[in-house]
């Protein structure tokens, strides 16, 4: 790279040694340096918005179950309105990821949370089971946005080389919601009932949407490709299927989870379930602190194969679970595993596409939480309904070791990035004005 202030090197005539001249060094040092900064304002307010949002959806995961029950529905009735959140994600969500490109991903995040946080209160006037379906539907739209946005930021604010780690660092935002949040909701749905709770996750989410105000778009979205045509960007993004259905795989086991594990909990008196998802959330926040830079420096395969069949054990032993301490070594493994896959997968999918194609690709990997999920959550309520809660765990645990052997099988390497009206990663991370001051 050439130096506008840094005079070319020279050769000492006596001895053929090449000579830097001084002060050369220090300018390459300060523009490797910068290339390579990751923390810096933008960055940390998308962290924030990222954290509420979930803050706010973790904080349903023990309450939408018993609402359910309490305004007069049945244990089937439990995945039709799991399921139906992420019916309209499917359907918007790849719309998502092409909105992200045209209109920017500060705009998408806000409208996203605001969105979720709005259908979150309105739970509050849904009187029977058929009127919660329209509020998570509309709660499905928000989360569908809201974080292809966010982890499109993410994408365009760090440096190549990391990537994993800057994932990582989004993952710990969220775990930390999701280590407080569930158990709040239900201390406050034990104190005060459903309808201080829905405000509270209500509220969160609108809270991050304020946060998303203060990002800079100038400085996070995508750079606009010269001639090029936006009705090119693609809704599915096709380097991005092969992780999306591996990634499925553990999608899937949430679907049991998020359903059914209150029940489970309350059927084998089992404790607080806010408690697992707290211990969920405890052990990938610690995962997540070495995971992304173990993905930068190791391989994403070799930390999201161990991270699928981790979560494989953990739903095996939610299967057979009969104490508490059976119940919280399973959020264990559940959260190192997730802690494992999360960085890795979102890392894996972004260096297999071009970068005008990025909110798409997250788009379409994100597609995975509404199919595995929310249209796990159809297919296993009438199973839950004939066959008990606890038959659905030991399914999404077979789910998870299939898709460890699908991406050990399957063909891992990036397919070759094309360009045209797009710019390779390293264009982006060195663009002046993609990183503000920052370490």
């Known amino acids: ?248 795989s553990y999608t899937v086991s949430t679907a049991p989870v998020n359903s059914f594990l209150p029940l489970l909990a309350e059927d084998r008196e089992l404790g607080n379930p806010g408690l697992y998802f707290s211990v969920y959330a405890f052990t990938q926040i610690f995962v997540m602190m070495f995971s992304g830079t173990m993905a930068d420096r190791l391989g994403n395969a070799r930390v999201i194969v161990p991270g699928l069949l981790i979560v494989g054990v953990g739903m095996f032993l939610l299967w057979g679970a009969q104490n508490q301490l059976i119940f919280l070594t399973a959020a264990v493994l559940a959260g190192t595993g997730f802690g494992f896959i999360q960085p890795a997968m979102q890392a894996l999918t972004i260096a297999r596409v071009p970068v005008r194609e990025r909110s798409s690709a997250v788009a379409t990997l994100q597609a995975a939480w509404d199919l595995g999920g929310s249209g796990g959550a159809f297919i296993i309520g009438p199973i839950a309904g004939v066959m008990g809660v606890a038959v659905t765990f030991g399914m999404a645990g077979g789910a998870t070791v299939f898709g460890a052997l699908g991406f050990i099988a399957g063909d891992r390497r990036s397919p070759p990035k094309s360009n045209a009206g797009g710019q390779s990663g390293e264009e982006f991370a060195g663009h002046p004005e993609s990183n503000e001051k920052g370490d």
């Open 1 to 248: 790279m050439f130096f506008p202030n840094c005079p070319t090197f020279r050769i000492t005539s006596s001895t053929g040694t090449l000579h830097e001249p001084p002060g050369c060094w220090m300018q390459n040092t300060s523009v490797s340096q910068q290339q390579d900064r990751l923390w810096t304002v933008d960055y940390v307010l998308n962290l924030l918005v990222g954290h509420f949002l979930f803050a706010s959806y973790t904080a349903l995961f023990t309450i939408v179950p018993l609402f359910v029950i309490h305004q007069g529905g049945e244990t089937w009735h439990i995945g039709i309105v799991i399921g139906s959140f992420g019916v309209s994600g499917l359907l918007i969500r790849p719309f998502g990821g092409r909105w992200v490109y045209t209109l920017g991903a500060k705009k998408i995040a806000f409208v996203g949370l605001a969105i979720f946080g709005v259908a979150t209160i309105l739970h509050i006037v849904a009187f029977n089971v058929w009127l919660i379906i329209p509020a998570r539907m509309l709660q499905g739209v928000g989360l569908a946005i809201g974080p292809v946005a966010t982890s499109t930021i993410v994408a365009n604010l760090a440096p190549d080389r990391r990537r994993g780690e800057a994932m990582a660092h989004m993952g710990l935002a969220i775990g930390v919601a999701s280590l407080y949040s569930p158990v709040l909701a239900f201390w406050l749905f034990s104190e005060f009932g459903f309808s201080v709770t829905f405000i509270y996750a209500g509220a969160a989410s609108i809270l991050g949407a304020v946060f998303a105000l203060g990002i800079s778009a100038a400085r996070t979205d995508i750079p606009a490709v010269s001639g090029g045509s936006t009705a090119k960007i693609p809704l599915i993004s096709r380097g991005a299927l092969f992780p999306t259905f591996v990634f499925l």
